[in-house]
């Protein structure tokens, strides 16, 4: 079996940093909102959900949750 080479686990890291940085900023934008535009903030929630690391979701779930924010968020 190979073993993962510095390329990917380096790609891999900075998925992770960047899956945190989104998740972390959608949940603050979230709590924000959620005075003033309610439904809005239970959308930025949604995507903070979808794209955090730590759920283990599946990737059509996630990208599902992720186009339905978004459609709501345009609407």
Known sequence: MKSESKLMRVLGRVQDICGW???VSMAILAMVL???L???A???GL???GVCPRVNLPDT???VVA???LIGLSV
């Open 42 to 44: 239970v959308l930025f």
């Open 61 to 63: 779930v996630r990208v």
């Open 34 to 36: 959620m005075f003033f």
């Open 47 to 49: 995507i903070a959900i």
């Open 21 to 23: 940085v989104l998740t």
């Open 38 to 40: 309610p439904l809005r």
């Open 67 to 69: 186009i339905v924010a």
